[in-house]
């Protein structure tokens, strides 16, 4: 089994057990089992949305590679949570990428996903 099968394993049951919870959660009763009050709807939506955008990153990496999935997927992230000035956000994305694949790929000479970029 290769290592992006593993990951992508790993990355199922982590949100596998994340809805495990929530689910466990949402059925707490206020002061029915301790102080825990339920999670609201709206308290949710950011959760959801960050764990979907992260699993769709980790699911596109074996194809996009790093170089292109990681700064659409900051930029969805900054979008999302109202930085909206392209200004800031396309550095700011090709900058985390760049550091991202300078300390992996050069300085500790991890091989990252290059995707179809590969070929």
């Known amino acids: 089994m290769d290592s992006v ?8 049951f982590m949100l596998y057990w994340i ?4 689910n466990r959660s949402m059925k707490i009763k ?7 009050s339920p999670i609201h709807k709206e308290q949710l939506k950011p959760v959801l949305v960050f764990m ?3 699993t769709i990153y980790i699911l596109s990496l074996s194809f ?8 659409l997927c900051l ?16 550095p ?15 300085l ?4 990252l996903p290059k995707g179809f970029l590969e070929m």
Do not use: H, N
């Open 19 to 22: 809805i495990l919870d929530f």
């Open 52 to 54: 979907g955008v992260g």
């Open 92 to 106: 700011l994305a090709a900058g985390i990428t760049a550091l991202i694949y300078i300390c992996f790929e050069k």
């Open 64 to 71: 996009l590679g790093v170089l292109i999935a990681t700064p």
């Open 5 to 12: 099968r593993i990951k992508e394993k790993m990355g199922f």
């Open 75 to 90: 930029i969805v992230f900054f979008w999302y949570f109202d930085l909206r000035k392209w200004v800031w956000i396309l």
């Open 30 to 36: 206020s002061g029915a089992q301790g102080s825990r």
């Open 108 to 111: 500790m000479m991890v091989p």
